[in-house]
């Protein structure tokens, strides 16, 4: 059953620019938000988080939100929890390379075919984790 | 090489614009060997970019919401080239579409406005004007006895003040009607504002004067002035002969030109004001 659009979990990830972690995170989200669970699932904009935007900071407190993070700064979950977000869970991208060992995802600006692998591993496990909040079977 | 840039970005995700300023982004860095700023990251760490923002400038903004010029804003950074990719495509005749992947015809738009925008002028300098304010301009007319008003049909606002805008880019340039020109009668002075010149919607950007009045130019956008056309403050009379290409005033980097234009007129707008106008026109 399709939610609405107030209801949908949030995945946000990091401003995913200049690094391929973040843009495998950006990637994964993409997944996601628009292929794996767009009826379910959303994204927001990180910047318009961290810029106050009401409607934006309104959302992550009263929606589950999913954070990933390409490098370990974390930006999107220290930004979706200080500005009170309802954090369901957080993702970094280094920790899904641990059972890839030597993988080679490509550049800041383009994933190769290992980059594409992970990224895909990640969006299928927040994925299940969208489908777990939204009250179905998984995980 | 080409100058290198620091370039700030808005974070460019959840609309379909974003991703296509990500993608300007990315290709102008590379194109220049210049620095990115990650904007999340400046926000939180500033200093982590003191040394990439020595370089100049240059903010891209995906949405109206405008990001990263509001980050730039708050930092007090100096902007040396902007761009907002909505109002760019709008410009173009385009749109973002709606997915947040790019497809092969919206990344061909990124490729072009990433030339363009590496290839902006120095501030000081107009744009070429062969180039990005030389479409031919068609013109509606409204007669009143012998009189014939000429207003541009497209590509260009007007406010009430019966001054104009045209648009090329994150660029306008202004002037004043036809209709005021006539109005006014024979120039004989035009002031021209100072290059740098901030300018707020509906703030004087210069003043024209005639045997008659002396009027301000009423500026229908807000932006900073880049360039003013020393040609009209040399022989005034071309603003009377061509008020619309050859007789503009000034350029301005546009600031906000969506919310600008919610209280502009467009050229059908504009001619049903001057025909009401014309009814009461005593030259």
């Known amino acids: ?139 | 090489m080409a100058e290198r840039f620091a370039v700030l970005p808005c974070n460019g995700l959840d609309k379909a614009v974003g991703p296509l300023a990500r993608e300007i982004a990315l290709a102008v860095v590379e194109a220049c060997q210049g620095e990115l700023v990650c904007p999340v990251l400046f926000n939180n760490l500033p200093a982590r970019y003191t040394k990439a923002l020595e370089l100049p400038l240059i903010v891209i903004d995906g949405c109206g919401t405008r990001c990263a010029t509001k980050l730039a804003g708050e930092h007090e950074l100096k902007t040396a080239r902007k761009l907002q990719v909505a109002e760019a495509l709008k410009l173009m005749g385009e749109s973002a579409g709606e997915s947040l992947t790019p497809d092969a015809q919206r990344l061909a738009l990124c490729r072009l406005l990433t030339e363009r925008l590496l290839s902006a002028p120095e501030e000081g300098t107009a744009l070429d004007s062969e180039a990005a304010f030389a479409e031919p301009v068609e013109y509606a007319t409204v007669t009143h006895d012998k009189f014939i008003f000429r207003i541009p049909r497209q590509g260009y606002l007007f406010n009430e003040n019966h001054c104009w805008a045209r648009l090329a880019g994150n660029r306008a340039r202004v002037g004043i009607s036809d209709y005021m020109q006539q109005e006014l009668g024979d120039l004989t002075f035009c002031e021209l504002p100072e290059v740098g010149t901030e300018v707020g919607q509906f703030d004087a950007v210069g003043s024209v004067e005639s045997v008659k009045a002396v009027s301000d130019i009423i500026s229908p956008v807000s932006g900073r002035v880049v360039a003013v056309n020393p040609a009209v403050a040399e022989t005034p009379e071309i603003i009377n002969e061509d008020p619309y290409v050859h007789g503009w005033v000034a350029e301005l980097e546009l600031h906000d030109l969506e919310s600008d234009r919610a209280l502009l007129l467009e050229g059908e707008a504009y001619l049903a004001l001057v025909r009401q106008k014309a009814t009461d026109y005593r030259p």
């Open chain 1, 1 to 139: 059953m399709a939610e609405s659009a107030s209801s949908k979990v949030l995945v946000i990830p990091c401003s995913g620019i200049g690094k391929v972690h973040g843009l495998m995170a950006r990637e994964a989200t993409y997944r996601v938000v628009e292929g794996l669970e767009p009826e379910t699932s959303d994204t927001l904009c990180l910047a318009l988080l961290v810029k106050g935007d009401e409607e934006a900071v309104a959302a992550v407190r009263t929606r589950p939100c999913i954070t990933i993070d390409g490098c370990p700064k974390l930006c999107s979950y220290k930004n979706v929890q200080l500005a009170g977000g309802n954090i369901a869970e957080s993702v970094r991208v280094v920790d899904a390379f641990k059972g890839h060992k030597g993988a080679q995802p490509g550049t800041a600006t383009e994933l190769a075919g290992d980059g594409w692998t992970i990224t895909d591993e990640i969006a299928q496990q927040i994925a299940a984790r969208v489908r777990e909040l939204c009250g179905g079977e998984e995980q």
